[in-house]
């Protein structure tokens, strides 16, 4: 009998402006996924404003905001999600495929400073 299998996915930030600078993650089963949970775990606020975008993207150096759009990552410390905090773009699911990136990108302002992980929930079908 078919079925879903869960995954998830964990990884360190980086201050690195640019589009997947943030973060810049393969799919990691080498199948269509979906994710279903998306979280930003911010540690350390930026230094100065800034925005961020989370979403999946054509390559790992494109920006995309269809899971969280425009977070204001210098406002405070926190664990931040696209199901809470998805932004005017972002959507409670979206499907990562094949040859595709899990971005995370300074969208606005400057990213100096900002520590903490990205953690992707998904499911395969």
């Given at each position: ?28 089963e ?8 998306c ?87």
């Open positions: 009998m078919a079925g879903f299998s869960n995954g998830s996915y964990r990884h360190t930030l980086s201050a690195t402006a640019g589009g997947g600078g943030a973060a810049a993650l393969a799919n990691p080498g199948r269509t996924v979906y994710v279903t949970a979280l930003l775990n911010i540690t350390t606020k930026t230094t100065a404003a800034c925005t961020i975008d989370v979403g999946i993207a054509a390559n790992g150096t494109t920006s995309a905001d269809d899971l969280i759009d425009g977070l204001d990552a210098n406002a405070a410390a926190g664990v931040f999600s696209n199901l809470l905090n998805p932004g005017s773009n972002g959507k409670a699911g979206q499907p990562w495929g094949t040859t595709e990136y899990l971005t995370v990108s300074e969208k606005t302002g400057a990213i100096a400073g900002l520590v903490g992980e990205v953690i992707v929930e998904y499911i395969t079908v």
